[in-house]
Structures are given as C-alpha cells and as structure tokens.
C-alpha cells in the first residue's frame, strides 16, 4: 500500500487552519477584554510615575494614563535562525502568515 500526499494542497490546507486559528485566537482575547471592561490603547507604553503611563500611538499626541490597576501587553517578535529559507514558498511562520 502507497500512500500518495499532494503537498501543495496540504500545505494550504495546514497554512489556511493556521491564518483560522490565529484570528479566533485574537477574538477570544477581545472578547475577554470587552467583557471585563478593558479599554485597549495601542502603542509604546512606559511607566512615568507609580501609577502613570504614557502611551505613545503611532499616530498623535502621547496619551497619559492613570490606574489603580494596569495590564501591559508587550509582544515580541519572533526569532528567525540563521540557515532557514524564509523567502523560500514552502516556510511558513508567524511573520509571513
């Protein structure tokens, strides 16, 4: 018995679950946040005093916030070794998804 694997549509197949997976991911942590109340401020954030942030937006003026409570999502960046083809059709990962 041979088992015949059509790579192009698998590839597809596993980079397209891969694009769903992410964006109910990112709608599972909004959902979450509205519930609760948050209110969600983009940008470089730094404290500047003990309960002071400032929120520098891509676009505008900074913001100055004030809370009893805050939460900070830093984000990263991934790590893309030396020796991967990443121009290459066939590699897939979190940048180029």
């Known amino acids: ?17 891969l694009h769903d997976v992410v ?3 990112e709608e ?6 509205d519930r609760h109340g948050v209110t969600v401020f983009r940008g470089e954030a730094s ?4 309960i002071e942030v400032t929120v520098r937006q891509p676009i505008g003026q900074p913001i100055q916030l004030a809370a009893g409570r ?3 999502a830093v984000g990263s960046s991934p790590h893309r070794p030396n020796g ?13 998804a």
């Open 70 to 72: 805050c939460l900070i």
């Open 28 to 33: 599972q942590v909004r959902r979450n946040l």
């Open 84 to 96: 991967v083809p990443f121009d290459d059709p066939y590699v897939e990962d979190v940048v180029t």
């Open 47 to 50: 404290f500047t005093g003990r």
């Open 1 to 17: 018995m041979t088992l015949e694997i059509d790579r192009q549509t698998s590839l597809r197949h596993i980079v397209g679950r």
């Open 23 to 25: 964006h109910e991911q």
